[in-house]
């Protein structure tokens, strides 16, 4: 047994599924599958039952988790300690952060961080909420920024930001007069996003909206093809929402020919929030500084 079959069984057992947590630790399913019988037969015990939809941690391995959960926090606290024990090196942080979270969030908690903790050098790692959300439970990465709500086992997370929702769509395919838009109008144009395993959630109350508006073309990219998705929309060929603050959605449009519009009757959001493994932030005290700076944060309950 070695240090990565604890992380592959880790990964199981809160994913309560093979594929994801293969996904979580980009690998294989079937790999994955076979390390896991691997620790078992090294334990003479079935850690998992397995059911066609359903995977579910056997006596043995409900025993054995939260032991493997504190050895992997152990084993990744130990950089930190070492860089604790000599004073000129400074702490570092990966901090997470969703396209859509806005400039302002952004900056007021890398300038609260650096006004409470001058020691700790963040780096950020952009992604999407659903990929950021699995390198956090995964101890990848220390803190996320990311679009809510968040939800799980071992997960904290705090409200940030509520930003209104608007409409991108080609300047030629709505009136010039028009200062706001009625989703029944884009009922003729595809409705174009990255891939929905972003932000599952998200995509599926956007799905539900527009459907209900009698919109149901839709195209969807591969990946986080935010460069494509303005291409398509400032040719007229698909609408998106953005974010009505300043998030990196909004500013894929910046200099095209693309207007960006409120939508009439409906309030639309999204929600950042920052998100954190609640054992780490017990256990880690670099964690623990950072949950601390961005729960000290004053909430934009709409983008203020």
């Given at each position: 047994m070695d240090v990565l079959h604890l992380r592959y069984f880790v990964a199981v057992a809160e994913e309560q599924s093979f594929s994801r947590a293969a996904k979580r630790l980009h690998m294989a399913a079937s790999p994955l599958s076979q390390r896991i019988k691997d620790l078992e037969r090294e334990f003479g015990a079935m850690l998992f039952v397995r059911a066609h939809?359903?995977?579910?941690?056997?006596?043995?391995?409900?025993?054995?988790?939260?032991?493997?959960?504190?050895?992997?926090?152990?084993?990744?606290?130990?950089?930190?300690?070492?860089?604790?024990?000599?004073?000129?090196?400074?702490?570092?942080?990966?901090?997470?952060?969703?396209?859509?979270?806005?400039?302002?969030?952004?900056?007021?908690?890398?300038?609260e961080l650096t006004d409470t903790h001058p020691d700790i050098r963040p780096r950020l790692v952009p992604a999407s909420s659903e990929p950021l959300l699995r390198d956090l439970r995964a101890g990848q990465i220390d803190i996320a920024l990311v679009h809510g709500p968040v939800t799980g086992a071992g997960l904290g997370s705090k409200f940030l930001e509520r930003q209104p929702v608007g409409v991108a769509v080609g300047a030629n395919a709505i009136p010039e007069d028009r200062s706001s838009v009625v989703l029944a109008?884009?009922?003729?144009?595809?409705?174009?996003?990255?891939?929905?395993?972003?932000?599952?959630?998200?995509?599926?109350?956007?799905?539900?909206?527009?459907?209900?508006?009698?919109?149901?073309?839709?195209?969807?990219?591969?990946?986080?093809?935010?460069?494509?998705?303005?291409?398509?929309?400032?040719?007229?060929?698909?609408?998106?929402?953005?974010?009505?603050?300043?998030?990196?959605?909004?500013?894929?449009?910046?200099?095209?020919?693309?207007?960006?519009?409120?939508?009439?009757?409906?309030?639309?959001?999204?929600t950042t929030v920052v998100a954190w493994r609640t054992n780490r932030a017990e256990s880690d005290p670099l964690v623990a500084d950072l949950v601390a700076t961005a729960s000290n944060m004053a909430p934009h309950p709409e983008g203020e």
């Open positions: 939809h359903r995977i579910d941690l056997t006596d043995a391995g409900e025993a054995l988790l939260p032991r493997a959960i504190d050895i992997l926090d152990r084993i990744d606290a130990l950089p930190d300690i070492v860089r604790d024990a000599d004073d000129q090196t400074a702490r570092q942080a990966t901090v997470g952060i969703a396209p859509e979270v806005s400039a302002t969030v952004r900056d007021t908690f890398l300038a109008d884009l009922a003729g144009i595809p409705f174009a996003s990255i891939t929905h395993d972003s932000a599952p959630e998200i995509y599926r109350n956007l799905d539900d909206l527009l459907t209900r508006h009698g919109i149901r073309k839709r195209i969807t990219l591969t990946g986080d093809n935010f460069v494509g998705l303005a291409q398509l929309v400032a040719t007229g060929q698909a609408f998106t929402f953005v974010g009505l603050g300043s998030g990196m959605a909004s500013r894929v449009f910046r200099d095209e020919p693309v207007r960006i519009l409120p939508i009439e009757g409906l309030r639309p959001h999204i």
